[in-house]
Structures are given as C-alpha cells and as structure tokens.
C-alpha cells in the first residue's frame, strides 16, 4: 500500500541508508582515470586544471553578471547577487529554471492566485518578499509567459535582490533573474547529456536528452566564425505525481563572427514546443495539519485531481542579433535586438473551486475546470557604451545606454465550470469531463510601450574607497483594450514617467573584502502585468499611483583562498508604499505600506580546484504596517508565503580518479498564506529539510556516469500553497536519476 500523503514517513529510510552506503563504498573503490562530467566539462571547459593536484596560489578571475550594467566584480558590487554556473545545476540534474532558483535562499514558490489557469504554470516565485515571477529576463531582456524554462541552453543564472528599477524598470520591487544563454566559441567540442529517472511513488518515468555541439569554420572569410547548436528532448511524467508529465523539444542554433576580434557579431534562435498534461495538487483537507471537526479521509499523494484530456502546451521562439565593438581598452560599444513570441493555450482542473469547496460532512469535492489562452510578444532593442574614464585623481568605470521596447499580450476570456461533487478519495481521472470551459467573447488585448535611458557610473576616489550611482528614466505608456462578453469595449491609455536610481559607497580595508552601504528604488505603476482596471482603488487603476519600493542595505563582501571562495553578509530592509490589495470578498483595499526586513548570508565558488561550494541563509521579517481589521489583509501580520529562515546548501568534491562525490540540503521555515475566504482561519505550510546527494565516475575517456538522488530521506513537505487556500502542490519524494555524459 501506498503511504498516505498526510502520514510522516522516516527520515532515515532503511533503503535511503542502504542508497546512501552504496554510493560511498562504490565511489571510494573506483580508481579509474580522472575527468569532468561531459556535460560539466563542455561548459567549465576554462576552469578545468590541467593536473588535478595542482594547486594555484594566483586570485582567480573575478565572478560578474553578464549584464553589461554591472561594472564592478560582484565583490565590490554594493548589491546582493548571486551567480549560479551551470556547472552546478548540471550536477545536480536541474531541469528547468525553478530547480535553479533552488539554490539560492529567501526565494519561495507559488502555485498561483485563486488557481486560474491564467498564472500557475511555469516558473512563479516570490523573492524577498515581493512576487518576482514577471521579472525574469534572458540576455537582459524582459521575458513574458507563464511557462518553465529549461536549462539545457544556459550558460549561468543571475539572482539579484533588491528594488532593481535602476537596472530592469518597471516592477523591479525584490530583484530580478537574469539567465544568460550559451553562444559559440573558438574550441570545437560535442557534448551529449542522456538521462532516465524514476521514482517510489509512482510507475511512471523521466526520459531527456540533451545536446551541445560547437564548431569553429576555420576557412571562414570572416576571422573568428563559429557555430553552435543546442538541443534538447524530454518526455516526463511529473515525480510523485500519478498523470501528470511533462514532454517538450527545443533547437537552439547560433552564429557568431569576430570571436577573438574586437568586433564580433552574434546571431541566435530558440525554439520550444511543450506538451503538458497539468497537474494542480492537491485540497487543502489534504495539507498536513488540516484540523476538522470530521475525520478526512487521507489520500494518496500522488493522487491527480485533473482528467487525462487536460492539457497545457506552450509554443516559444526567441531571435537575437548582438553586435560588440571593443573601440579601445578602455571603451566598448555594443547593440543588442532581441525578438521573442510566446503562446500558450491550456485546459486545466483544479481540487476545488474555494477554500470552501471540500465539506467534511459528505466527504465531497467540487472541483472547477478552467481555460487559458494568451499571446505574448516583445520587440527590445538596447544599445549600450561602457567606458573606463579619468577625470584628474578619479577613476570612473562608467555605463549607460537606451532600452526601447514593444510588448503585446492577447487574452481571450474563458468561462470557467463548476464540475459535479465527487468523493475526495475518487477523482477518477479516466471519464469524460461533464463540462468544459468555453469562450465568453470578451478578451483583453495589451501594447506597452517602453524608452528608457539609464547611466551606471562607479567612481574610485582611492584604492580603498569607491561610490557607486544609477539612474533610469523611462517613457512607459499602455493601451489597454478590454471587450466584454456583451460587446462593450473599454478603452484605457496609461501613460507614466519613472524615474528609478540606486546608489552604494564601498570601502575596501584590504583587496580581496568589501565594506558597503546602499539604497535602491523601483516603480510598479498600473498595468506592469498587462492588467488595467476601471475599479475604483484597483491596483491597476490608471489613475492609481505607482507602487513605490525602497531599498536600505548594509553589507560586507569577502574572498578567501586567494579569491577563490566569495563570501557575503548583508543586512537590509525593504519598504513597499502605495499598494492596494484586492480582496476576493471585500473588493480592492488601500494596503499602504509593506516592509520586508531581514539579513541574508552566502558563499560560493572553488575552495580548492576540486572543491566546488554554494550556500546561502536568509531571514526574513515582513509586516503589512498599514490593512484592515478584518478579512485576509490584517494591520500587523506577516506578508503571505515568506518563510522567515530558508537555507541552501550544495558541496561537490573531485577525486585524483575523477570520482565527484557531492550532495547538500534546503532548509525553509513554515509559509504562511492568506486564506481570502476563510480568513478567521490562518494556514501555513509546515516547515522542511530537505537533502539530495550525487555521485559521478568518467567509466571511460569520453563517457562518465552519474546518479542523484534528491529527497533522500523522502520527507513529506508541500511544494507550494496558492493563496486563497483551495489547493497547493505536494514536493516530490525521493527520486532517483541516471545520466550518462559523453564528451568528444
């Protein structure tokens, strides 16, 4: 019989032990000759030491961003950034963009608002705080759509915390997430990723396939030509979960000209075709901790609430063209096009259609189905200058530029459905759905405009001393047509002038630490998530002020082991004013001010050659310092799904025989949530530990193995709760993952 998912399994399993012992007697036995992972080897080709003992006393190159706003190494930036390598997630076997953000603390997932099939698939997280999920960007540009994205195509991840106005724009209230994609090279290389997973819970499997291949065109007429294509397949059923999968394929083509020039031009594509079956967890009479006056009967946590003509598909293309010119050492041009669609069209059902929709007295589920179409598009072009100037006893590192923007969104409505009770224990979900969501008429449809002009200059008044000043103006405008069912239409232009900056002051006692203290704004004005409103005190009224977010942070940054592992320390508070929450029940609620206070601490980088380290401990504090007396918004609680302490940890050491041998933990507090309709009744996610484990041996030159092993102790915990307490989505159990990575 399955384990109930509301029963608490052993946190040391005897087949977890059994698992674990195997892999250090099987790892400290091999012998065989050294090497990376091929995977690992094809994107840290620069890092690999030529003999494995050898030792480098010389600092190592610093870590940056690959924006080009950043223009000091992330030991003197006076900001908190995290810069997660794919040499990381691909040990670990990370999939997607949320297995990444994993890595890094104080961010926490969410299944979405009201369990609409408009916001809960793809990568949603809140970070700091504050719901980061449309501020993602790929190559520095602004990347829409409910969808996850996949790593195979990426060469780091960048996290950075904080109002980010000054950086991104618009929205940037906690930060952002930049990934960086891969372009070609000068080596000629072809690497292969080959995978299968499986776990207990359930019958089903995970099968993907990756490739990586890069050739130079040495009798190019242009110098420095290069081509690279990145591919990838997958056909996934969700772990632990019964039904539900996941099957995509993607190509990613590009051409770079001038590599080892100083001009150099780059041209790319992506393309991504995913076809889901959508799973949306579980009710909520299944969270442990759920107390009734009726006994509820438990389930199966793998049980899936949807039916099997449920689907979710997403179809994306992407096109960059980026030209760089180095004109002297010291000052470098560049112009970057980035053009990118994004269509998704799904058919979901959800556990529940309220936080009322389970009663204990019947033991019966209402469950609602629900539609979602959207079409998204945005058209960036930004031109950049970096320079390095001398102006008399200073020193300035200098960038700025212009950012001009087009983004569309199209949203036909859907009416959603109602689905007749069934026994909670019986979803059943092989029949045929009794009713199915169906077009309204009505549709939404959005342009934003965006000009902006930013200027990023870091001033050195001495070696130990150096400030730091940014400032974004930006020309937003939004036409908002929105036509109803009955064929009314309104038609909404939202105009608004940001002006968003940060500035920092760093001093450094010594070369390789930092002392700094900074402060960042950023804007969230109507409209930033395609959304406008006529209501009156709607966040997305027009005539509605911008939310404003400031940021206060002190912080301390410091390499050990010449450079080798960074470290960093920072204390910060942040103050969201002006916003307005809409209340499923009360209607739109002026909120006023939120504060997020707290501190975060990290490290990161190679203590040694062999010796690969990332960690970070975050604490959070939040308050709504201004709401209601009554109803989900109450003056003084804590701001929903923020865990006050979270933690990562992630280690991995090579042997002389090429043996790699890593594994670590996640740590998050309990999550509390704001149930909307039954507000007398907090609810919160139980805390978690969570531990994973990972072993790779090169069986041959070109060819090495590797298992992970993620939730080793198979814990109980819950993934996700969204908030108006209807459902959330369980965290898988443990699971098990084989690869092979050739490299040749």
């Given at each position: 019989m399955k384990p109930d998912f509301a029963s608490d399994l052993s946190s040391s399993s005897r087949s977890a032990s059994a698992l674990a012992a195997l892999i250090v007697t099987q790892g400290l036995a091999s012998t065989a000759h050294a090497g990376l992972g091929a995977a690992d080897a094809a994107n840290t080709a620069a890092d690999a030491p030529t003999q494995l003992g050898a030792v480098s006393v010389e600092e190592k190159k610093e870590t940056k961003p690959s924006l080009p706003k950043f223009t000091e190494p992330l030991r003197d930036t006076p900001q908190t950034v995290?810069?997660?390598?794919?040499?990381?997630?691909?040990?670990?076997?990370?999939?997607?963009?949320?297995?990444?953000?994993?890595?890094?603390?104080?961010?926490?997932?969410?299944?979405?608002?009201?369990?609409?099939?408009?916001?809960?698939?793809?990568?949603?997280?809140?970070?700091?705080?504050?719901?980061?999920?449309?501020?993602?960007?790929?190559?520095?540009?602004?990347?829409?759509?409910?969808?996850?994205?996949?790593?195979?195509?990426?060469?780091?991840?960048?996290?950075?915390?904080?109002?980010?106005?000054?950086?991104?724009?618009?929205?940037?209230?906690?930060?952002?997430?930049?990934?960086?994609?891969?372009?070609?090279?000068?080596?000629?290389?072809?690497?292969?990723?080959?995978?299968?997973?499986?776990?207990?819970?359930?019958?089903?499997?995970?099968?993907?396939?990756?490739?990586?291949?890069?050739?130079?065109?040495?009798?190019?007429?242009?110098?420095?030509?290069?081509?690279?294509?990145?591919a990838l397949w997958q056909d996934n059923d969700v772990v632990g979960r019964d039904y539900a999968e996941n099957k995509s394929w993607a190509i990613a083509p590009s051409l770079a000209l001038g590599l080892g020039t100083p001009t150099r031009a780059t041209l790319a594509y992506q393309h991504t075709e995913q076809d889901n079956r959508p799973d949306y967890g579980l009710p909520t009479a299944q969270l442990p901790g759920y107390i009734s006056a009726v006994p509820v009967p438990s389930v199966d946590r793998s049980t899936f609430y949807g039916f099997t003509v449920d689907s979710d598909k997403v179809s994306s293309d992407a096109v960059v063209a980026r030209l760089e010119r180095d004109v002297t050492g010291d000052l470098k041009l560049s112009n970057q096009t980035r053009y990118s669609a994004n269509q998704r069209e799904a058919v979901v059902t959800t556990p529940g259609s309220s936080g009322a929709a389970y009663v204990p007295a019947t033991g019966l589920l209402t469950r609602s189905r629900q539609a979602n179409k959207r079409d998204l598009s945005i058209l960036s072009n930004q031109t950049n200058v970096t320079a390095r100037v001398v102006t008399g006893p200073l020193s300035h590192n200098f960038t700025g530029g212009l950012e001009l923007s087009r983004e569309t969104a199209y949203n036909p409505a859907f009416t959603s459905v109602t689905l007749p009770a069934i026994l909670i224990q019986n979803?059943?979900?092989?029949?045929?759905?009794?009713?199915?969501?169906?077009?309204?008429?009505?549709?939404?449809?959005?342009?934003?405009?965006?000009?902006?002009?930013?200027?990023?200059?870091?001033?050195?008044?001495?070696?130990?001393?150096?400030?730091?000043?940014?400032?974004?103006?930006?020309?937003?405008?939004?036409?908002?047509?929105?036509?109803?069912?009955?064929?009314?239409?309104?038609?909404?232009?939202?105009?608004?002038?940001?002006?968003?900056?940060?500035?920092?002051?760093?001093?450094?006692?010594?070369t390789a630490g930092s002392l700094y203290a900074a402060y960042a704004t950023s804007l969230t004005p109507p409209g930033t998530d395609f959304t406008l409103s006529s209501a009156v005190g709607n966040q997305n009224n027009p005539d509605t002020d911008p939310q404003e977010t400031s940021n206060l942070e002190l912080g301390v940054k410091w390499d050990f082991f010449h450079g080798r592992l960074s470290t960093n320390f920072a204390v910060f508070k942040t103050v969201n004013d002006k916003t307005v929450y809409t209340d499923p029940l009360l209607g739109p609620i002026p909120a006023g001010k939120q504060t997020v206070q707290g501190f975060e601490l990290g490290a990161t980088r190679r203590i040694t050659d062999n010796w690969l380290v990332l960690a970070s401990v975050s604490f959070l504090d939040s308050e709504i310092n201004a709401g209601t007396t009554t109803g989900g918004n109450l003056a003084g609680s804590a701001l929903p799904l923020i865990p006050r302490w979270s933690g990562n940890l992630y280690t991995s050491y090579r042997f002389h025989s090429g043996l790699?041998?890593?594994?670590?933990?996640?740590?998050?507090?309990?999550?509390?949530?704001?149930?909307?309709?039954?507000?007398?009744?907090?609810?919160?996610?139980?805390?978690?530990?969570?531990?994973?484990?990972?072993?790779?041996?090169?069986?041959?030159?070109?060819?090495?193995?590797?298992l992970n092993v993620n939730n080793l102790f198979d814990r109980i915990f819950v993934q996700s709760a969204n908030n108006n307490g209807a459902r959330f989505t369980p965290g898988a159990p443990r699971a098990y993952t084989l690869s092979a990575d050739l490299r040749f």
């Open positions: 995290a810069v997660i390598p794919s040499e990381v997630f691909l040990q670990q076997g990370a999939a997607n963009l949320s297995d990444v953000l994993r890595n890094t603390s104080g961010i926490t997932f969410a299944a979405g608002e009201g369990g609409s099939a408009a916001g809960t698939a793809g990568d949603a997280f809140y970070m700091r705080g504050f719901d980061t999920s449309n501020n993602i960007f790929v190559d520095g540009v602004r990347d829409v759509g409910a969808y996850s994205r996949d790593v195979y195509n990426l060469e780091q991840v960048e996290v950075a915390k904080g109002p980010a106005g000054a950086d991104i724009g618009r929205g940037g209230a906690s930060g952002y997430v930049n990934v960086s994609t891969k372009v070609p090279r000068l080596e000629a290389f072809t690497a292969a990723n080959v995978t299968y997973g499986f776990d207990e819970q359930t019958s089903g499997s995970r099968r993907r396939t990756s490739l990586d291949v890069n050739q130079p065109v040495e009798n190019s007429p242009v110098r420095g030509t290069a081509v690279r294509i990145n979803p059943d979900p092989g029949a045929a759905p009794a009713l199915t969501p169906f077009r309204s008429g009505a549709y939404t449809d959005v342009t934003t405009k965006t000009a902006a002009l930013y200027l990023f200059d870091t001033v050195h008044f001495s070696p130990r001393w150096q400030a730091n000043a940014s400032l974004r103006a930006e020309r937003y405008q939004t036409h908002y047509l929105s036509m109803a069912a009955t064929g009314a239409a309104t038609l909404v232009d939202a105009r608004k002038n940001l002006v968003s900056w940060k500035s920092g002051l760093v001093f450094k006692p010594v790699i041998l890593g594994g670590g933990g996640q740590y998050s507090d309990e999550v509390a949530r704001r149930d909307n309709n039954t507000p007398a009744v907090p609810r919160t996610s139980p805390s978690y530990w969570l531990f994973n484990a990972v072993v790779s041996y090169p069986v041959v030159k070109n060819v090495t193995l590797r």
